[in-house]
């Protein structure tokens, strides 16, 4: 693990000196949060379980705070940044370390198979290590997974409120189509919660530390994904309604007798609401929707 002098970027004094020295001012439309607070850092580093051997992906390394403890504990740390303001800063924190490529892009629209294949050949896994802008946390997570790329685990810092949808179990209102879409490809757990107070300038909602780690195969198995999440998000597109009302969308209301008796077939009652049912009672609803030709 590699060590400088000094005091850490994320102490609040050091991040403060950096901010005023290169005359930064924040852009609130960027999500730019930064973190100051070092037993958040120790907390994300032990999750993301990196070492010399293993790659991180950064997603908006901000003034580097997460960078800089990424680059002593991994081999090689590539960092994607939309704000070019943001890297002559970097240029100067990270110079200390060689093993840090920051990239100016948007990951929403960054080629994330040929980064891969340009920086990580070779290492024995990569993990995503990052403190999300918040405005873009879905889109982001969900490009992540739907890729498919060989990520081991996904350790990063979002809202409280979507780390608790994204873990949540059926029966509770938090659970919905964004929880069925991360248990699909990855186990997920709750690392720490994090006050406002943690960030420069504090945010205001309350943020956890959510950690994804991806399973060697999907929890269910289903013949076609694109056709599963349909039946996912028409099943919970009125969340007050029944399954049955809900699905009825999907294979047309005049054959809403049969789509009530299918489910009854299938064990799952059509008055249950979407936010009662498993992966696997989606998978079993999906495949007998498909076998009865009730939707394509
Ligand atoms: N990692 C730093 C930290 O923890 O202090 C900064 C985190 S801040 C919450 C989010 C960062 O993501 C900002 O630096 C922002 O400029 C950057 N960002 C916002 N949208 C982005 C995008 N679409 N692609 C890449 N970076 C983005």
């Known amino acids: 693990m590699r060590k400088t002098e000094g005091p850490a970027?994320?102490?609040?004094?050091?991040?403060?000196?950096?901010?005023?020295?290169?005359?930064?001012?924040?852009?609130?439309?960027?999500?730019?949060?930064?973190?100051?607070?070092?037993?958040?850092?120790?907390?994300?580093?032990?999750?993301?379980?990196?070492?010399?051997?293993?790659?991180?992906?950064?997603?908006?390394?901000?003034?580097?705070?997460?960078t800089e403890r990424l680059a002593q504990a991994a081999g090689t740390v590539v960092a994607?940044?939309?704000?070019?303001?943001?890297?002559?800063?970097?240029?100067?924190?990270?110079?200390?370390?060689?093993?840090?490529?920051?990239?100016?892009?948007?990951?929403?629209?960054?080629?994330?198979?040929?980064?891969?294949?340009?920086?990580?050949a070779g290492t024995a896994g990569v993990s995503v290590v990052a403190n999300l802008?918040?405005?873009?946390?879905?889109?982001?997570?969900?490009?992540?997974?739907?890729?498919?790329?060989?990520?081991?685990?996904?350790?990063?810092m979002v809202q409280k409120e979507v780390a608790e949808r994204m873990a949540a179990k059926p029966g509770g209102k938090e659970y919905g189509s964004l929880s069925i879409a991360v248990q699909y490809y990855c186990e997920p757990d709750?690392?720490?919660?994090?006050?406002?107070?943690?960030?420069?300038?504090?945010?205001?909602?309350?943020?956890?530390v959510i950690r994804l780690t991806k399973r060697p195969q999907p929890a269910v198995t289903v013949p076609d994904e694109d056709r599963f999440f349909r039946v996912v998000h028409a099943a919970f597109a009125q969340r007050r309604k029944t399954i049955a009302n809900n699905l009825s969308a999907l294979s047309g209301k005049e054959r809403k007798a049969e789509l009530t008796a299918l489910l009854a077939g299938c064990g799952i009652q059509p008055e249950r609401r979407a936010e009662t049912l498993s992966l696997d009672e989606f998978a079993r609803i999906d495949g007998e929707l498909a076998k009865a030709g009730m939707i394509d």
């Open 9 to 66: 970027i994320a102490a609040a004094g050091r991040t403060k000196d950096i901010i005023r020295r290169h005359g930064f001012t924040f852009k609130k439309s960027l999500g730019q949060n930064f973190l100051i607070d070092g037993n958040i850092l120790d907390k994300i580093i032990a999750a993301a379980g990196l070492d010399e051997s293993r790659g991180a992906l950064e997603i908006g390394p901000g003034i580097g705070a997460l």
């Open 80 to 120: 994607l940044e939309i704000d070019n303001r943001l890297l002559p800063i970097l240029e100067d924190v990270l110079s200390p370390y060689d093993n840090v490529n920051v990239i100016h892009a948007d990951v929403l629209k960054a080629d994330l198979k040929r980064l891969w294949d340009e920086h990580f």
């Open 133 to 156: 802008p918040y405005y873009v946390t879905t889109p982001i997570v969900m490009k992540l997974l739907e890729e498919r790329l060989p990520i081991e685990r996904i350790v990063v």
């Open 190 to 208: 709750l690392v720490a919660i994090v006050p406002s107070g943690s960030f420069i300038p504090a945010p205001n909602v309350d943020s956890a």
